[in-house]
């Protein structure tokens, strides 16, 4: 059997989503998750995460990164402007991911593009509570971080890729556990509140607007900001309204167990 096939409930949800990638259609609306893959070992392990496994897979990256940069052959100053630049590096590709990768057209009679879209990020958008699947599954996150420290290697040498990797993982560390957070808790303090609000935004209003989310640097600098107090009250309210009908229907299904 193939490992990767889908799931009927997979196949009958993209067939019925039109595409849109927004805030949760109707169909979708009470649901916590749903299972993608058939297969135990592609579900369990490659296509879901526990949110802290990501420190897990690139703690030793980020510290042994930071090691370097401090006593590596490069010296200290460099070696931490190298790290920091790492970090930069990461806020870019999260950003540039997330806008020009992840959030593409497609025609709602078009179910292989749907399919793709919906793994890539529609199941986010349809599911963003979802605690298995926020933050990036090994499938994702592992052909991604052999892809760019590939590609720092071939540019600058082991030990400059390695500090440059360490700072890159240590941005998406951030990023990962932030949009975590985002979805799962109700900040006090502004920095975070600011991150939390202008995600809803991009989740319940408008989602060309704040594709950034460990920072709003790059949507400021090339226009993707979008941000009004009654804009933000109305994506507040509509995570809430959400939260509420999960937990009712959440309610109902433990009622007839
Ligand atoms: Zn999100
Ligand atoms: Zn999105």
Avoid at 4 to 31: C, H, M, Q
Avoid at 105 to 129: C, I, S
Avoid at 180 to 189: E, V
Wanted: aromatic content about 16%; some cysteine.
């Amino acid at each position: 059997m193939n490992p990767f096939a889908y799931t009927d409930e997979l196949i009958e949800t993209v067939k019925a989503w039109d595409g849109t990638i927004g805030a949760p259609s109707a169909r979708n609306r009470k649901t916590e998750r749903m299972r993608v893959f058939k297969n135990n070992f592609v579900e369990d392990v490659l296509a879901t995460s526990r949110w802290w496994l990501p420190g897990v897979w690139f703690g030793g990256f980020i510290a042994y990164g930071f090691y370097l940069a401090v006593v590596g052959d490069m010296g200290m100053a460099k070696g931490l402007g190298l790290y920091g630049a790492g970090i930069l590096g990461w806020t870019f590709i999260e950003y540039a991911l997330h806008r020009w990768a992840f959030h593409f057209h497609v025609e709602p009679d078009d179910f292989d593009a749907k399919m793709r879209l919906f793994l890539l990020h529609g199941y986010h958008h349809e599911f963003p509570n979802d605690k298995l699947r926020l933050v990036a599954p090994p499938m994702l996150s592992w052909p991604l971080a052999v892809i760019i420290l590939g590609t720092y290697t071939l540019i600058g040498g082991l030990e400059p890729a390695l500090i440059l990797f360490g700072g890159t993982t240590c941005g998406y560390l951030f990023y990962d556990w932030t949009h975590y957070g985002t979805h799962h808790f109700r900040p006090k303090d502004p920095v975070f509140k600011l991150i939390r609000r202008s995600h809803m935004i991009h989740h319940y209003k408008l989602f060309q607007l704040n594709m950034g989310i460990s920072t709003p640097l790059w949507d400021w600098i090339l226009g993707s900001w979008g941000w009004s107090q009654d804009a933000v009250k109305e994506a507040l309210a509509e995570d809430r309204k959400l939260a509420k009908e999960r937990a009712a229907q959440q309610a109902l299904t433990t009622d007839r167990e």
